[in-house]
């Protein structure tokens, strides 16, 4: 991946436009020693340090907490976003991945990390001056400092940017922070706060003469004043009472209040009125993390059914022999299959950017103030997006089967399982609920094609007059899993036919038309995962790899059930956007695109559910 050149690496969203080959893929199967050797770290880390102390972790030891953060940093996890100037590890992002991924294993502690390493030190590296970086960097990263992140507030939730927290410019340029935060993670024991505030109107200016805080003269964004700031504990941020959960007993949450808290002007994060910069940014960084440690926690969850499947015995036999058991261990390993496929593609494609991206001082390589990083995770906002959604919603779906094969055991505190899903139920409410991902999806897409980033206009218009014209003589190419590859390719036209006529049919009303985008959201998902699950099966069939037919029974699973999800959703979305001819044009033209001849999938099924229970887990880890 890192002789790619910027020409050659997919943009964001173009694999709805573009096929792509499976040797220009990253996947799981390409991981260095190096990258296994910190994923045995983190796992090691948790199965050793963590799990043994999660009861007492979630009767809300926060000095526990602390020390493990601490044990963390000397393991080297904390930094493997940070470039070595600050004390980090400078690695790439697919390492990034492969931390979130093993620290599902506790889900309680995972957010714990995840606030410190993601939402707290990720925004500092980003955004911070260098005194910034140079004072709170270091501390961060050997857990000295534990951070949160404050942007929620009871009334401003999915609308962040609604804050009513104040800041009032003072005449020697500090700050007075006033109002509250809901539900911060690392509330209740952090000492460093990147908190949002709207800085009052009335002291919006610079007092004369000051310089400004943080990088470059504040414009355009400045009139709501919505600024990020780092506050420490001690200048008199109080913590409201633990928020009694649902699940993560085991993180600290609370609401934080703020009542004339000074924060020096040089405690700006970014500049003043583009704090919208900074939290936008940490999204796209957490919502990918969020996703690979969904997909880790799946992964890691299909062990625990697999091994109960093949020891918990009825009717004389142990219930994995069963069909209606195998159906779900088969289910869980092609949905996870698939979204493990769609997030390493898209660590691959971040590093690839990264690596092109031209450096100021050397010409190439990765920018040291983690610019590249940042632009990288804008170009591939969407994909993060699908991550985010489309893993949270993997991962319920494995940990509600995952009790069910536990039946009654399921369902008692004496397996982790109904730990596991209590835990993860939040993942599909923060980092943007995966309705505002779902939206924002489409949303993304259609504002790059109006800006004329992405060709989605002029491809839609040539699938319309394809459509419209004589049938074309289908490919006879009947080597293995071509037929899922032409599937595929009639998904992306699906895609684009619906996506395109809506946006020909509402113009800039298709906003208020959610329904229609969630479905549209929902085709986009199957099909980045669908084809990421099938170039990497490619993969594994050209390498001769010997989990080939396994890797391949798991993509053409996916690729048949996807056909059908996409086909609902195709019909739903066409069918409140047009109607009479033009609609009964759509739906025959859908008909002619998902043509996807069934597939035995009870078999293939059998066939993972089989090597998952013999190996106790997840047959592609
Ligand atoms: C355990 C936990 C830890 C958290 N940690 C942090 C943290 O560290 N820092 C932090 O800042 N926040 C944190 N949060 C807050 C979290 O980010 C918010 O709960 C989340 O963004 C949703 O906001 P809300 O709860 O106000 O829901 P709302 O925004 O009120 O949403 C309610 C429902 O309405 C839907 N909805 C809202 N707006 C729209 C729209 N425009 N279109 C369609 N549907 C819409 C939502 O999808 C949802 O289904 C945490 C929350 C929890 C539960």
Known sequence: MTTATDATIQRGGE???????????????????????????????????????????????????????????????????????????????????????????????????GAQANLVIIPIALFGTEAQKEKYLPQLLTGELIGAYGLSETGSGSDALGARTRATRQADGSFVLNGEKMWITNGGFADLFVVFAKVDPSTLREPQGRPEPGRGATSSGQADGFTAFLVERGWGVKSGKEEHKMGLHGSSTTALIFQDVKVPAENVLGEVGKGHKVAFNVLNFARFKLGAMCAGGAANVIGESAKYAATRRQFNQPIGNFGAIKHKIGEMVVKSYAIESAIYRTAGLVDARIAATPHPSTGSGQANDGSAAAAA???????????????????????????????????????????????????????????????????MLVRRALKGDLGIIPAAKALQDELLGPPSMPSMDDSPLAEEARAITAFKKTALMVLGLAMQTFGQKLTDEQEVLMHIADILMDVFCAESALLRAQAAAARRDGKAELHAAAARVFVNDAAMRIDASARQALAATVDGDTLRTMLSALRRLIKVTPINTVKLRRELADAAIARGGYVFA
Do not use: C
């Not at 030891?61 to 996890?77: E, M, N, P, S």
């Not at 969407?382 to 399921?410: C, M, P, R, Y």
């Open 377 to 443: 995770f804008e170009e591939y906002a969407v994909e993060a997006s699908i991550a985010k959604v489309a893993g949270s919603e993997t991962l319920n779906f494995v940990l509600d089967e995952n009790i069910q094969i536990h039946g009654g055991n399921g369902y008692v505190k004496d397996y982790p399982a109904e730990r596991h899903f209590r835990d993860a139920r939040v993942n599909r409410i923060f980092e943007g609920t995966n309705e505002i991902n779902r939206l924002l999806i489409p949303g």
């Open 15 to 113: 694999w709805l436009l573009q096929s792509a080959e499976a040797a220009s893929v990253f996947t799981p199967e390409q991981l260095t020693e190096e990258h296994r050797l910190i994923a045995r770290t983190a796992e090691e880390f948790i199965t050793n340090e963590v799990l043994p102390v999660l009861d007492t972790l979630e009767q809300k030891d926060w000095g526990l907490a602390r020390r493990l953060v601490q044990k963390a940093a000397t393991l080297g996890l904390l930094g493997v976003d940070v470039p070595e100037t600050y004390g980090g590890l400078g690695l790439d992002k697919v390492t990034s991945l492969i931390v979130s991924d093993r620290m599902s294993r506790s889900a309680s502690f995972g957010a714990t990390f």
